[in-house]
């Protein structure tokens, strides 16, 4: 005999129950779109109607003798049924002499050698406080690039030098084929003039000995020695001629003694620009840019080839408004300023002991700021010479490279003073990581001063001199005591209360 199943006041409220909620669902998704219109309609809807039913539901299944997951489970003071608490409690409980566990981070040593960690006594010492100025690398106008020009018009019918090579004063670098008339003529004149002064000297010498047995008079000796001293004049002004047309001492000479007119030309590299500089220096020009072929013709002027000596550069600042006082007053006192760039891996290489060597004469209208001049030093890093005899080598710094420059406003004696990487910043707090055991204790410090490099702790106990603390990777130490607290696993995880 079969029995009717008892409809069931639960199963009616809970299929009333996933309607309503269907529905919101499906008005709170349009809302979603039209917000602006409809969702604030569709928020209080929810709270007024659908809140309710889901109150009224739960009542209803609690009423009807249906228990959730949470069955068995005595909620009074969050005391789960078959859990024990006290193995919690011991298992978390890793304080270590010295240190508390919300401050402490135990590290492995193949973690520290993955942050790169660092560790190093701090101690007393003397800091300056700079201010930091934007800078760049240039070249010192008129002795860091020399253009090397044609003497005269001609061909280029051979290049001795390529972009990159080093040469020395003096170094052949074209052969040049000339084609200038006026100096073809200028080298016809200089050759008539020494074959009429060769004639006059014979004439001269003839004379004399006729003068001396009577058979001519003195006038006509003395004559033929004034004939002499004008074509003596007229000698060397060609020979001056050709030297401005760009012919050596040498090449005159060659010309006078051949017999022959210079039909080529060799175009060498020129003295040093900075005569200060030591002509037996390791360093010599290079060739940055060549800017003709051979066969080319060239009027004379034109540039043939662009040399550089980067063995001495400027760096050049920019100092603000505000700034210009304090960049004034460190080039007065001669104070010595330090320079920072990126090097490999985007870490800063300082240079120090720079001095600045003068301030500009008026403010750019278009920045609004005032440059200055520092004399950098440059270094060799790559020198190597060819089989064929070609030389080339690279330098540190090069023109166009930015740079921060550090300029002395004060000097404070008796600092802790640590790299900028050792303290990390949480909100308005700082601290830095001091080894204990296999942990590193959290110690909250206080900064008088940080830049860009360095960070002044106050001398008042928090950390003592002579103490062992993180100097790299403490923010990183920071971020991963968070994810410590805030991440671990909550034993009551997929309980609801």
Not at 258 to 278: C, I, N, Q
Not at 306 to 312: I, R, S
Request: with cysteine.
């Amino acid at each position: 005999m079969s029995q009717a199943a008892p409809t069931s006041t639960s199963g009616r409220t809970s299929f009333a129950l996933w309607s309503k909620l269907l529905i919101a669902v499906v008005i709170c998704g349009v809302g979603g779109i039209f917000y602006p219109q409809w969702g604030p309609p569709a928020l209080a809807w929810w709270r007024k109607t659908v809140k309710p039913v889901v109150a009224q539901g739960k009542a209803a299944r609690v009423a009807a003798g249906d228990h959730d997951e949470h069955d068995g489970h005595d909620h009074t003071g969050h005391d789960h049924a078959g859990h024990d608490h006290s193995a919690h409690k011991d298992d978390h409980d890793h304080d270590h002499p010295g240190h508390s566990e919300a401050d402490s981070l135990e590290m492995s040593e193949q973690a520290r050698k993955n942050i790169g960690l660092k560790v190093a006594k701090v101690e007393l010492t003397r800091f300056t406080k700079t201010v930091s100025v934007p800078a760049m690398i240039a070249e010192r106008p008129g002795r860091s690039t020399v253009l090397v020009t044609a003497p005269m018009t001609g061909i280029i019918t051979r290049i001795h030098a390529i972009d990159g090579d080093a040469v020395e004063p003096g170094r052949k670098l074209f052969d040049l084929r000339l084609t200038h008339e006026e100096l073809v003529q200028s080298q016809v004149e200089l050759l008539q003039t020494v074959e009429q002064l060769e004639v006059t000297s014979r004439e001269i010498k003839r004379i004399g000995q006729l003068t001396e047995n009577g058979g001519l008079a003195g006038k006509q000796l003395l004559e033929r020695q004034y004939d002499k001293q004008k074509l003596d004049a007229v000698l060397r002004s060609k020979r001056e001629a050709l030297l401005l047309h760009g012919l050596t001492a040498e090449q005159i000479e060659a010309i006078v003694e051949r017999r022959e007119l210079l039909k080529e030309l060799s175009v060498v590299a020129p003295a040093w620009a900075d005569e200060a500089r030591p002509t037996d220096r390791a360093t010599p020009y290079q060739v940055q840019s060549l800017n003709v072929s051979p066969g080319q013709h060239v009027n004379a002027g034109d540039t043939l080839v662009t040399l550089v000596d980067h063995a001495e550069l400027y760096v050049q600042g920019e100092a603000f408004e505000r700034d210009v006082p304090l960049v004034q007053r460190a080039a007065d006192s001669g104070a010595p300023l330090t320079a920072s760039l990126e090097s490999e891996e985007g870490r800063s290489e300082t240079i120090t002991g720079l001095q600045i060597l003068y301030l500009a004469t008026k403010v750019d209208p278009g920045t609004r700021t005032l440059d200055f001049f520092v004399t950098l030093p440059n270094e060799v890093q790559r020198d190597a010479t060819l089989s064929d005899g070609r030389r080339y080598f690279a330098w540190k710094f090069r023109p166009g490279q930015r740079v921060q420059l550090q300029v002395p406003v004060a000097t404070w004696e008796q600092r802790l003073v640590l790299p900028v990487e050792a303290v990390a910043q949480d909100g308005v707090e700082s601290y830095v990581f001091a080894p204990n055991g296999d942990h590193f204790d959290r110690r909250a410090v206080h900064v008088e001063y940080r830049d860009s490099q360095w960070v002044v702790i106050a001398n008042d106990g928090s950390l003592a001199p002579g103490e062992l603390v993180a100097i790299s990777s403490a923010q990183q130490l920071q971020l991963a005591l968070k994810n410590k607290s805030g991440g671990a696993i909550d034993p009551h995880a997929g309980h609801n209360h």
